[in-house]
T-cell receptor
Framework: KAGVTQTPRYLIKTRGQQVTLSCSPI?????VSWYQQTPGQGLQFLFE???????NKGNFPGRFSGRQFSNSRSEMNVSTLELGDSALYLC?????????????FGPGTRLTVL | GQNIDQPTEMTATEGAIVQINCTYQ??????LFWYQQHAGEAPTFLSY????GLEEKGRFSSFLSRSKGYSYLLLKELQMKDSASYLC?????????????FGQGTELSVKP
């Protein structure tokens, strides 16, 4: 089975711009979660989608949004970028079958805001 | 509230055994995960505990005590490639979405 894929892998933007990141989960997985990872804050949960519905949301401003498509692929969008948004954005998928309840991470998108 | 504590850094010698502890205080519990993350890479799944006791998987073992809110990851026969960050994560209650809350991670350095 192919793993979780994320595109692009690296991105450089300037303050005020907006960005869209993409995540394709493992085939058959219906849950996709997004995380932001920075050296100071560690891994912070952004949101989770399951069957095209946002099931959970972390404590991030409304500039961070996401969606999930019928094929389970997910996108997250960050508008009006700030310097502090520079981070590694990780996507993780799971089948959310309680007996095999494991999240598998993609390689991440490294976003740099200048 | 949700709180997960792990030591920030640990150092161990190649061939030795190291134990990385994790304590948690969460509003609900549906399993504890350990992930390994090498610098610049994504976290990779190591172990999952939902019941009390020890789960062994090769050189890695993970222990859970739900009553104490405590887990540890045991790494045996340490190798240089085990130098990485080890993340402890707790899954919250399913009726609240079952989201994963991560600790800050423990940076393990394995010395020759």
């Amino acid at each position: 089975k192919a793993g979780v894929t994320q595109t692009p892998r690296y991105l450089i933007k300037t303050r005020g711009q907006q960005v869209t990141l993409s995540c394709s989960p493992i085939s058959g997985h219906r849950s996709v979660s997004w995380y932001q990872q920075t050296p100071g804050q560690g891994l912070q949960f952004l949101f989770e989608y399951f069957s095209e519905t946002q099931r959970n949301k972390g404590n991030f401003p409304g500039r961070f949004s996401g969606r999930q498509f019928s094929n389970s692929r997910s996108e997250m969008n960050v508008s009006t970028l700030e310097l502090g948004d520079s981070a590694l954005y990780l996507c993780a998928s799971s089948s959310f079958d309680r007996s095999t309840d494991t999240q598998y991470f993609g390689p991440g998108t490294r976003l740099t805001v200048l | 509230g949700q709180n997960i504590d792990q030591p920030t850094e640990m150092t161990a010698t190649e061939g030795a055994i190291v134990q990385i502890n994790c304590t948690y205080q969460t509003s609900g519990f549906n399993g504890l995960f350990w992930y390994q993350q090498h610098a610049g890479e994504a976290p990779t799944f190591l172990s999952y505990n939902v019941l009390d006791g020890l789960e062994e998987k090769g050189r890695f073992s993970s222990f859970l005590s739900r009553s104490k809110g405590y887990s540890y990851l045991l790494l045996k026969e340490l190798q240089m490639k085990d130098s990485a960050s080890y993340l402890c994560a707790v899954r919250g209650p399913y009726n609240q979405g079952g989201k994963l809350i991560f600790g800050q991670g423990t940076e393990l350095s394995v010395k020759p």
